[in-house]
């Protein structure tokens, strides 16, 4: 099969078009012929040798994909070749085939196409697990959600709008706001312009938020605490700005806030399996009906994978970014 492969770290001209073996299925995998997989951050991070999958993934990148079963596991249950799935996987969907736990596969609801599914998994996944499982956002809280713009950031603004919480976002450019606004943020914050921390407090009437589900880290940690309400709640979902701070410790404490840490490639299987069956239960039939929808930015075929990472790093896209694979 055809794969996209890199020898060693680098920019995204490392990425490459070639001949690998096909991947061998376990018991309980579903074989998947890909039609489609979407970028992530973390692809990105992989790419670069920060990121490295973990022990028993491939080493291919790619975290969900969309496609066709073309094999069945002795040990699975549901699924048939032929039945049009989309799910999350912990490497390897840059390819044209690839392996998917069958209790982490999804059937692609009628009329969606495989760019549509493909672009769902990862970031409704960390939107639901970030905001709600973890996060515990509830109808009438404010939520603050950085890089609103992004593919995890569109996905929580419509699942956060739509159970009635109120919606601040930080985002980089005047399109990217507006997009936001569109898909239910109630304010969006140019992060170049203006101090997101004093425009949320205004916002707020000084109370500041409940919740902040943060990518950046380091660089947002200070702001982060300042405009959170007392009790308030911060998850860390990326470090783009950093890993390391100096905590004013009397302040979480005296605010009694809540730091809160997430991770979804390295957790155990069982975790993810529940993390899809929390996800299909609650908003894939939302998606279905066509209430949320997946944001889209564009396609590039998976030969162009440098291209498409390069467009990501240049911060250019308003949601997800997906590879075409022949005949999606």
């Excluded at 291919?60 to 094999?71: C, D, P």
């Excluded at 990217?176 to 304010?187: H, N, Q, S």
């Excluded at 009437?205 to 009790?231: H, P, S, T």
Aim: hydrophobic share 45%; with cysteine.
């Amino acid at each position: 099969m055809k794969a996209i492969v890199f020898e060693a770290p680098g920019d995204p001209e490392v990425l490459h078009l070639a001949e690998v073996p096909d991947p061998t299925p376990g018991p309980e995998h579903l074989l998947v012929r890909v039609r489609a997989t979407a970028l992530n951050r973390a692809d990105t991070l992989q790419r670069r040798g920060l990121y490295p999958p973990p022990p028993g993934e491939s080493e291919i990148l790619g975290l969900e994909l969309a496609g066709e079963v073309e094999a069945v596991g002795e040990a699975t249950q549901g699924f048939r070749p032929g039945d049009r799935v989309f799910g999350l996987v912990g490497g390897g969907a840059y390819a044209e085939k690839a392996l998917l736990h069958y209790r982490m596969a999804m059937p692609i609801p009628a009329g969606w196409s495989f760019v549509e599914a493909a672009a769902v998994p990862e970031v409704f996944f960390t939107a639901n697990e970030t905001l709600f499982t973890l996060g515990g956002l509830q109808p009438g809280e404010t939520v603050l959600i950085h890089a609103g713009a992004s593919g995890v950031g569109t996905a929580g603004i419509q699942m956060a709008h739509y159970i009635g919480a109120r919606v601040l976002v930080t985002a980089g450019s005047a399109a990217k706001i507006t997009r936001t606004l569109e898909l239910g943020a109630d304010a969006g914050i140019n992060y170049k312009e203006e101090d997101f921390a004093a425009r949320v407090l205004e916002l707020t009437e000084g109370v500041g938020v409940d919740l902040i589900q943060d990518f950046i880290g380091a660089a947002y940690w200070e702001r982060n605490l300042r405009c959170l309400k007392e009790a308030g709640r911060l998850v860390l979902v990326g470090l783009m700005g950093g890993a390391k701070v100096e905590a004013d410790l009397g302040l979480i404490m005296r605010k009694r806030l809540h730091i809160i840490g997430s991770v979804m490639r390295s957790q155990p299987l069982a975790n993810k399996i529940a993390i899809t069956q929390r996800f299909r239960e609650r908003w894939l039939p939302l998606l279905a009906q066509g209430i949320l929808r997946p944001v889209i930015d564009r396609t590039f075929p998976l030969a162009e994978a440098a291209a498409a990472h390069r467009y990501m790093e240049e911060n250019r896209n308003i949601g997800k970014i997906v590879l075409v694979v022949d005949g999606a």
